[in-house]
């Protein structure tokens, strides 16, 4: 599904991802660990398609299709979903009144329908259930005044409505205690299917205790620098980066 | 002749046509004997300098209406509010037209400014509000008084909440180019009352309503209103204005507000277009604990212009001002907002504040801001602040990382951003229809039931 060949990204004319490969095959989860300044949001970032981020070398593939051209939106239209470590908050639109232009932004950008009414509230109730979020909430401002942990709950929730085929969580836990991250986590876990993946991308080990990942790889330096199975998440926990 | 010496001289024919006897024939001659002596301002006066104001005073222009104009309802009927029932007061070219209006006299008197004007029954009332809060070192002012005869009237006696809002309506048929109204409007709520009144200016196209060689003297109008709203005791008066005019019309609106003690007034300014624009705003506090809430949302494009100058004199303690004031810019258009709060020595614990913010979304798009506090007082709050800018990327990159295409996200943007101004709208159809007007003037399809 995801394919990343030989990956350099710069910021500002400053190297960040210093030849990376990763591959992602439907129905997988990968974790992607690493200390601070490693280049973990970085990676999310170009993946999700932000410009403010420069491909100097090598190439995204999703789908077989070299994505390095497409804007932010037409990725989204092909199923990549990002949930953002630092959502923005936007005064003066509603929860409800965004995820309505995203469905259908999507699904017209597709060439389907735009969802009736009816069938959008019913969508709209059934994640905000399953993700324990009060009907309250959807019609407040998007993210304006929210809680760290609320942000993130808000996150899924859309990656919930969206139903991306892939779905990378940037710090999805970070800011979340343990009852919010029970919930975020066990959504996730409900969201998984044989046809999607999932890349979690986090500092800490405790997500991974909730979302077993098939895959960890160690992000150092701007390269893999070790991969392995949950075990590998265990010992880091453990013996902490420096022992790579 | 120019056209200052043109509106002088035809000053003599105007109060002739009007009424000699009428009790505010004395007011009238002082205020063109005033007018002649100081003239129309140019931009060397500071209250003037951002605006080129002289552009629009062609003197071309004429107090004196040519042709009636019959205007089809289909063409005019989105300027109503529609959906709810209201008083109504419709002028077209500065002429009351009774089709479209719905006036009373019951309790309450919503009805045209002439009519009580003329007739003695009403004296007493217009000797004692009428002209009493104009400033009569303003040019445009003076030419309102000298000149007007038209508009509405709305008087709320003691102890009454309007059971409706009353529209005031004015439209420009397009049919008389060279026309330069002078509308003028007397709102009283005396003691106790609450009234929502919702004042609006359009035009019709040129080509919609006369052949184009009836054009020979091609000068775009100017209308030159004038309100004078006095809200008396533990009143509550919400005054909207909706100026949503053709690129080639002007308006310069002055509107003075005299609260007193316990009263709230609010005034939300929608400017939507026109050539020039000009909003003069003025509060007066007087008496203790009075609420005076200031809004505004200005969306222009092309070679518009519009200017915000609010005064809010703050003569009396323990008094609050809130002003919230937001931009958005495209094409050439050019803005200003000069904000003035005064505060009298005497207007201790006084909180105001006082926010303008500006989106430029156009290259050649330019604001000037400007707060002025003249702050006499030792012991009161006094805050402002403004802002210019353009769209935030990372909530940009967030929207169309959700699949929302570039343009929609910006329109996106930009309706929230002007949004917040319309949470003190306290009326939910005037709500909508703003919104649809904002919705369409950006551009974009919101996706979303308003």
Redesign the interface.
């Known amino acids: 599904m995801l394919k990343i060949e030989n990956l350099h990204v710069s910021v500002d004319g400053k190297e960040i991802i210093k030849g990376l490969n990763l591959e992602v095959k439907k129905g997988e989860v990968h974790a992607i660990m690493g200390p601070n300044g490693s280049g973990k949001s970085t990676l999310s970032a170009v993946i999700?398609?932000?410009?403010?981020y420069e491909v100097t070398k090598g190439n995204i593939f999703f789908n077989d299709e070299n994505i390095e051209d497409l804007?932010?939106?037409e990725?989204?239209?092909r199923g990549i979903?990002?949930s953002?470590q630092y959502?923005?908050e936007?005064?003066?639109?509603t929860v409800?009144?965004?995820i309505?232009?995203?469905i259908?932004?999507?699904l017209k950008?597709r060439g389907n329908k735009?969802m009736p009414?009816n069938e959008m509230l019913k969508k709209i109730r059934e994640k905000a259930e399953l993700l324990e979020i009060d009907s309250r909430f959807l019609s407040r401002s998007l993210n304006e005044g929210f809680s760290g942990g609320e942000k993130k709950r808000n996150e899924i929730f859309?990656m919930a409505m969206?139903e991306p085929t892939l779905a990378i969580l940037d710090e999805t836990d970070s800011g979340l205690d343990i009852d919010a991250l029970r919930i975020v986590a066990s959504g996730v876990n409900k969201l998984k299917n044989k046809d999607n993946a999932t890349i979690v991308i986090t500092h800490y080990q405790r997500l991974l205790d909730h979302i077993i990942p098939d895959h960890v790889h160690v992000l150092q330096n701007g390269k893999i620098a070790k991969s392995g199975d949950k075990n590998l998440a265990l010992q880091l926990e453990e013996r902490g980066y420096d022992w790579i | 002749m120019s056209l200052k010496d043109k509106l002088v001289s035809s000053f003599l024919a105007f109060e002739l046509d009007a009424d000699i006897s009428s009790p505010v024939h004395e007011i009238r001659s002082n205020s063109i004997k005033q007018f002649e002596k100081i003239g129309f301002p140019d931009r060397k006066n500071e209250y003037w300098k951002y605006t080129p104001i002289k552009k629009v005073l062609n003197e071309e222009l004429t107090l004196f209406k040519k042709n009636k104009h019959l205007i089809d309802f289909e063409k005019v009927k989105d300027f109503f509010l529609g959906g709810i029932e209201s008083y109504k007061i419709v002028l077209i070219d500065g002429v009351y037209d009774p089709r479209w209006s719905n006036t009373t006299h019951e309790g309450v008197d919503i009805c045209i400014l002439s009519s009580v004007l003329e007739n003695d029954k009403y004296a007493e009332l217009i000797t004692k509000y009428y002209n009493k809060l104009v400033d009569n070192s303003e040019s445009f002012s003076l030419l309102n008084t000298s000149f007007s005869k038209e508009g509405a009237y709305i008087h709320i006696p003691k102890g009454i909440e309007l059971d409706k809002p009353v529209e005031i309506i004015h439209i420009n048929s397009g049919g008389e180019s060279s026309l330069m109204l002078q509308p003028r409007n007397l709102i009283i709520l005396e003691k106790n009352t609450k009234a929502q009144i919702v004042e609006s200016h359009y035009s019709l196209a040129n080509d919609d309503n006369i052949s184009q060689d009836e054009f020979s003297d091609k000068t775009d109008p100017l209308t030159n209103t004038l309100t004078e709203i006095h809200v008396e005791e533990n009143a509550h008066l919400d005054y909207y204005k909706i100026q949503n005019d053709l690129e080639t019309t002007s308006i310069i609106d002055n509107t003075y507000i005299n609260q007193k003690k316990n009263s709230v007034a609010s005034c939300h300014t929608f400017s939507f277009g026109g050539n020039i624009v000009r909003n003069n705003l003025n509060y007066f506090q007087n008496g203790e604990n009075i609420n005076s809430i200031l809004k505004g949302i200005t969306i222009l494009g092309s070679n518009q212009h519009t200017d915000h100058h609010t005064l809010v004199h703050h003569a009396n303690p323990n008094c609050e001002s809130y002003q919230e004031y937001k931009g958005i810019y495209d094409e050439k258009s050019t803005g200003v907002f000069n904000g003035k709060v005064l505060v009298d020595k005497v207007a201790q614990k006084i909180n105001a504040f006082q926010q303008n913010n500006n989106l430029l979304v156009g290259d050649h798009s330019s604001v000037n801001t400007k707060p002025q506090l003249e702050i006499f007082a030792d012991d009161v709050k006094c805050s402002h602040g403004c802002t210019i800018g353009q769209l935030d990327k990372a909530a940009l990159f967030y929207l169309k990382a959700r699949g929302i295409p570039e343009k929609e996200a910006k329109g996106l943007l930009t309706y929230a951003f002007a949004n917040n101004v319309l949470e003190s709208v306290n009326m939910q159809v005037l709500k909508i229809k703003i919104k649809e007007i904002i919705a369409n003037k950006i551009g974009v399809s919101l996706g979303f039931e308003l």
């Open positions: 999700a398609g932000n410009e403010d804007s932010a939106e990725r989204a239209h979903f990002m953002f959502p923005v936007i005064p003066g639109i409800t009144n965004f309505k232009t995203a259908n932004s999507n950008a735009e009414a859309q969206l």
